[in-house]
Every structure is written in C-alpha cells, then in structure tokens.
C-alpha cells in the first residue's frame, strides 16, 4: 500500500451531487500509509452535514475491501462555507469587499439564453438605481464581450488587481476580455478552478449593490468553486420549455440545494414568439417552465419571449434590456423580473 494507490483508488468517489471526484477537487489534504493502518486526511468546506458524512461513507466503501489494507481511517475537517442567504448571511457579507449581493444565474445545459438573461437582468437591475457587475464566469463560452461591445483589454491597478471594464454603467469582467476572438481557452479543471477564483477575488469591482455571476452551463467543477470561494445570495435558474431543458434544470436546482444557494427562481426563456399580428407561437412548448416551478416549488420569476430585436441587439452590444419597457415587451419582462430580484434581495 502507498499513498499514490490510496489516492488513486479515492478518484472513484465523487462529491455529493458533482460528476468530479473528491481528489481532482483538491479535498484530500493528506494520506499515510503505516503497518495495518491507512489514514485518510480531508478538508471540506460545506455547512451541509450530509456532504462529509456521505464522502465518509464513500471512502471507506472504496478503501475497506481493497486487500491487505488493514484499518482505514478516514479524518474530515469540515470548515463553514461562505454563509449563503437565509443561513444567517446579512448585506454586505458576500465575502468580496465592497459588494452587497452576489446573484448567480445557471442552467442545468447550453443553449437555453442564459449568458442573454445575465445580462439584461444586470442591465434592469442597473435600470433600477442600483450599482451592478456582471462576472462572465463561463470561460470555454466567454460572450459577455460581445454582448456589451466591449473588446478592450483590461488593466491591472497598482494593488495587482484587475480592472472591470465598463459598459451601460456596469462593471463587466470576462475571459474573453484577456483573449482575442479566435484564441480557445484550454485549460483542465485545476486551471479552470483558479482563473474563476481570480475573477472574483482579484478583480477591483469596487462599490457594488449586486454582482451577477454568468455561470457556464452544467453541474461541474466552476459551480462548486464559485460557491465555496464567495456567499452567493441566491441563483436564478433560466431554462426553456421543452423537457429536454427542463431535465437539466432539475438538476442544477438539485445541485444548487445541495450545497446551500437559496433558489431565487426559475425564468423560462424563449416563452413564445408572437408574430406582427400578435399571434403567439409556442415553438418549444407551452408553459414548461411555469408548471415546473410549480412541480418544484420555486418562484417562477418570469416568462421572456423570444424576438429578432432581442437577437440583434445582443449581437451589436446593446442589450434589449435597454430598450424602454413601454417600447418592448422582452424588455419589460427584464425588467419586472429585476424588480421581482430586488424584493427578494434587498441592498
């Protein structure tokens, strides 16, 4: 028996609710190998008492039959996550100086428009007074770039921290700002878990009432990075209303619960397209993501169609979100959504 067999061996035991294994997650702090003893050291940073008890169980369930192993001890130190809202967190405690909410918005597969709900909520809760960032946090698909027009590279401040962009009167950050059009970011998970680290912790944000995290879509290793580096306040789950969406929505409300992110709601995107007659046209199905909401019992913020304008404006760096409410109808489903945000989070 030799530490590198243990470790190879606990590459079979997955976190609660992730795909990725307790080793490539960088949880197992130390292993020892004596004479009829192998102990097993690992940190975790979770306020759910399920997680340690389950990676626990896991362990030993891989360790204890493997042959001439002897006694398997298996020693967790579990530290507090960040407090998330509603398990005691309070404004200003987002664990990032200077900003009051942190606001995650996910989905369980590509495709769906979040990156295009991220940032016209972060334009209509700009709209509303409030001061705003938005964190392009999916690395392989950095859009946040395009969708702002924003092409400059950013700078660096005199404490070696990053400075955001700006944009429509918010703070942007994104890979995509350190890269040029055609450079793919390839990176593996530990590089991935860094640059996402970096982006929150060492970016100068500044004052801000709410910073929006555009996460990649998925359950994988940046979600739980995110997470355990910041308190995120609550994460808003965008899907689209045909099944296949829905499935994977399910998950990342799963996933989100797990690991103790209050769920703010749920947006279904591309609702419907109404032609200049005002016929709608229920191109995915008809109310998924409303009777979903209610499956799971979580808000169903709101229900955004789908518009050429919506398409071309998020092509030419203006966001439809800036379009008068009165004047646009996905406009003015933002915007009643930001408002929806704001009750729920006040600053």
Same mark, same amino acid.
């Given at each position: ?25 960088? @949880? ?8 009829? @003893? ?38 967790? =130190? ?81 404490? =070696? ?8 009167? @918010? ?9 040029? =059009? ?17 982006? @929150? ?31 995120? =306040? ?114």
């Amino acid at each position: 028996m030799t530490p590198d067999f243990i470790r190879e061996a606990l590459r079979q035991v997955r976190y609660p609710g992730f795909s990725r294994d307790i080793i490539s997650f960088g @949880l197992v702090k130390d292993v020892r190998c004596e004479p009829g @003893l192998v102990t097993v050291n690992l940190e975790i940073a979770t306020r759910d008492p399920k997680v340690p008890e389950q990676i626990f169980q896991d362990c030993h369930a891989i360790l204890d039959p493997l042959p001439d192993i002897g006694t398997v001890k298996v020693e967790i =130190d579990v530290k507090d996550a960040p407090a998330a809202a509603g398990a005691g967190s309070s404004v200003g405690k987002s664990s990032i100086p200077g900003v009051k909410r942190i606001i995650a918005v996910a989905s369980g597969k590509g495709g769906v428009g979040k990156s295009t709900v991220a940032a016209n909520l972060a334009v209509a809760l700009a709209a509303t007074g409030a001061k705003v960032g938005l964190c392009d946090c999916d690395l392989y698909g950095p859009s946040v770039g395009q969708m702002f027009a924003v092409s400059e590279k950013p700078m660096a401040n005199e404490h =070696d921290e990053i400075i955001p962009m700006e944009a429509h009167g @918010l703070k942007l950050m994104s890979m995509g700002f350190l890269l040029d =059009d055609r450079s793919p970011v390839i990176v593996r998970g530990p590089m991935a878990t860094r640059y996402t680290q970096q982006f @929150l912790r060492q970016v100068a944000w500044g004052e801000l009432d709410f910073l929006v995290l555009d996460l990649p879509p998925g359950t994988g290793d940046i979600q739980l990075t995110i997470v355990q580096t910041v308190s995120v =306040d609550g994460v808003i789950i965008v899907t689209t209303p045909q099944e296949v969406a829905l499935i994977d929505a399910r998950k990342a409300i799963s996933m989100f619960a797990k690991v103790n992110v209050p769920i703010l709601g749920l947006i279904e995107n591309m609702a419907w397209f109404e032609c200049d007659a005002g016929k709608k046209y229920f191109l995915f199905g008809k109310d998924g993501g409303v009777k979903e909401a209610e499956h799971l019992n979580v808000p169903l913020l709101g229900q955004i169609p789908i518009n050429i304008e919506t398409r071309e404006r998020g092509d030419i760096g203006a966001p439809i979100a800036l379009v008068s409410p009165e004047k646009n109808k996905v406009s003015a489903a933002f915007h009643q959504i930001a408002t929806h945000v704001r009750a729920k989070l006040p600053t």
